[in-house]
């Protein structure tokens, strides 16, 4: 698999920093699950992040009792018996699961001519998150958006003016952006998106659909 | 106490993994809680849930130490990646995907990459001098939304700048970043 479209590097960082909401961390993960260069990328700028913490100007004192109630704390670790530092916990040599694994998923619903969609169930409402699923040659209704659509192409492909994005590339797309993505021929097309404020539809066909897109 | 250096902190880490050092716990936490306290505090955190983040984030420092991997990061990165770990977690209110299961991801090593290429203080002397080669406007924006975890709204209405310009100044010092710190990582 050859990545050619990836996250660009701030929106790297942020994730690094953890200055992002659930839904596009989710769908960052996902494409960082498939693609070395950026997991390598991201590393690098949580080295920034250590950097930056260790050399903090503005460190400010804790109150006078915390270090003695963290001491405290480790004291009654050890008297209760939980396992001491040295003791590996079993947890840490387990596979790794997708990000993508832990969130519920809802059913396939079917909203429009070849096209199925499918929310993931977020803890916060900041973005939403959902899968979707798309039949070869199918054409997405010309649109723009309100807000950011971020996209992990799963399996498939599709192509809009800005390119071709295959299983693996992700597709940063802002309020900026206008398009309308073609399925390709071949496999069907599965996407894990992130959206925030709406959807436009300009054409006819479009706005039609709008009432079952409820995305 | 605060500290204003830190002595080989790799040793101090061993230390509690292997011999339960009280001392060497209490060496790193009289350097780092201040420290993420007031990277939180700065960022917005009320300073109450900032002192109570330092707290769990030190304490995992003592119940996770044998997980630290030299190789891999920095006692200073890895305790950056716990500090974040919590702050998400804490704002998530116990609803959803905890965060260590997203950063997971981070955590595993690449088998195509061979990882300890460099000892973690070189690596961090390396990061230093890649923010030393950025711009006095380029440091701005990295210092706002990344270190401060602001969004780009607000971070142009700081500076004076067009949304866009904010947006194309990040990507360029990230990428300016990146370039100099892929070799380290
Ligand atoms: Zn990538």
């Known amino acids: 698999m050859t990545i050619r479209h990836h996250p660009n590097d701030a929106t790297l960082a942020a994730f690094?920093?953890?200055?992002?909401?659930?839904?596009?961390r989710l769908v960052v993960a996902t494409h960082l699950d498939i693609c070395p260069a950026c997991r390598q990328a991201a590393r690098a700028f949580e080295a920034v992040g250590g950097v930056a913490l260790h050399d903090e100007a503005a460190a400010l004192p804790l109150s006078a009792d915390a270090r003695k109630r963290a001491l405290d704390s480790i004291e009654q670790d050890l008297?209760?018996?939980?396992?001491?530092?040295?003791?590996?916990?079993?947890?840490?040599?387990?596979?790794?699961?997708?990000?993508?694994?832990?969130?519920?998923l809802g059913a396939w619903r079917w909203i429009g001519p070849g096209i199925y969609w499918r929310p993931v169930d977020l803890a916060s409402p900041d973005t939403r998150v959902f899968m979707l699923?798309?039949?070869?040659?199918?054409?997405?209704?010309?649109?723009?958006?309100?807000?950011?659509?971020?996209?992990?192409?799963?399996q498939g492909?599709?192509?809009?003016?800005?390119?071709?994005?295959?299983?693996?590339?992700?597709?940063?797309?802002?309020?900026?952006?206008?398009?309308?993505?073609?399925?390709?021929?071949?496999?069907?097309?599965?996407?894990?998106?992130?959206?925030?404020?709406?959807?436009?539809?300009?054409?006819?066909?479009?706005?039609?659909l709008q009432p079952f897109v409820r995305i | 106490m605060q500290r204003d250096e830190l002595e080989d902190p790799v040793s101090l880490v061993r230390a509690i993994a292997n011999d339960a050092d009280r001392q060497a716990f209490a060496a790193l936490f009289d350097f780092y809680a201040p420290r993420i306290k007031g990277v939180l505090v700065r960022a917005g955190t009320t300073p109450e849930l900032a002192e109570e983040i330092a707290q769990e984030a030190l304490l995992s420092v003592w119940r996770k130490a044998a997980l630290f991997d030299p190789a891999r990061a920095s006692v200073a990165t890895w305790i950056f990646t716990i500090a974040r770990n919590l702050r998400i977690d804490h704002a998530r209110r116990g609803r959803g995907v905890s965060a260590d299961t997203i950063y997971k991801v981070l955590s595993g090593s690449d088998p195509e990459r061979p990882d300890h290429r460099l000892?973690?203080?070189?690596?961090?002397?390396?990061?230093?001098?890649?923010?030393?080669?950025?711009?006095s406007d380029q440091v701005a924006v990295v210092r706002l939304s990344f270190y401060e975890d602001k969004p780009h709204a607000e971070i142009a209405e700081t500076l004076g700048l067009p949304l866009g310009t904010v947006k194309s100044r990040l990507r360029l010092a990230m990428t300016k970043l990146r370039e100099q710190l892929e070799d380290l990582t």
């Open chain 1, 79 to 104: 008297a209760s018996g939980q396992d001491l530092p040295a003791e590996k916990p079993a947890v840490a040599q387990a596979a790794r699961q997708s990000a993508l694994s832990a969130y519920p």
């Open chain 1, 16 to 24: 690094a920093a953890g200055a992002m909401d659930e839904g596009r």
């Open chain 2, 119 to 135: 000892e973690s203080a070189q690596r961090d002397a390396g990061v230093r001098h890649a923010l030393d080669a950025l711009t």
């Open chain 1, 133 to 154: 699923k798309a039949a070869p040659g199918t054409a997405l209704p010309d649109h723009s958006h309100t807000g950011i659509e971020w996209t992990a192409v799963l």
């Open chain 1, 157 to 208: 492909a599709f192509r809009h003016d800005h390119g071709r994005y295959g299983a693996g590339d992700f597709d940063e797309a802002d309020e900026s952006v206008e398009h309308n993505p073609r399925v390709e021929d071949g496999v069907e097309c599965i996407c894990l998106v992130a959206m925030q404020g709406q959807i436009r539809f300009k054409s006819l066909i479009g706005r039609l």
